[in-house]
């Protein structure tokens, strides 16, 4: 059974950090692709950022050069390091797992931003 389980929300002041983390499990063949989603009140989810097996990633534009992806020395681990945080940021967070064959969902964590 494919899990994906986020960590790492909660609630900072504008201008500050906060790193989420996301352990994978359960795909026999990996994860092709992991990357956080969030959603806020109101809107759609969006991507915020993702990382492929070979390494690529990719931004959404609102937060290039604040956050930053990458993937754990442990296998099928993404970290997601946000920085300059601003209150457009407050959402939640969802992680997501792309397989050879499916798509998955973590339970989402909460990251709220004061201003």
């Known amino acids: 059974q494919v899990q994906l389980v986020e960590s790492g929300g909660g609630l900072v002041q504008a201008g500050g950090s906060l790193r989420l983390s996301c352990a994978a499990s359960?795909?026999?063949?990996?994860?092709?692709?992991l990357g956080w989603y969030r959603q806020a009140p109101g809107k759609q989810r969006e991507l915020v950022a993702a990382?492929?097996?070979?390494?690529?990633?990719n931004y959404a534009d609102s937060v290039k050069g604040r956050f930053t992806i990458s993937r754990g020395n442990a296998k099928d681990t993404v970290y997601l390091q946000m920085n300059a945080l601003n209150p457009e940021d407050t959402a939640v967070y969802y992680c997501?797992?792309?397989?050879?064959?499916?798509?998955?969902w973590g339970q989402g964590t909460q990251v709220t931003v004061s201003s």
């Open positions: 997501n797992g792309v397989t050879r064959f499916n798509e998955y």
């Open positions: 359960g795909s026999i063949f990996g994860f092709n692709a």
């Open positions: 990382i492929t097996s070979g390494g690529g990633t």
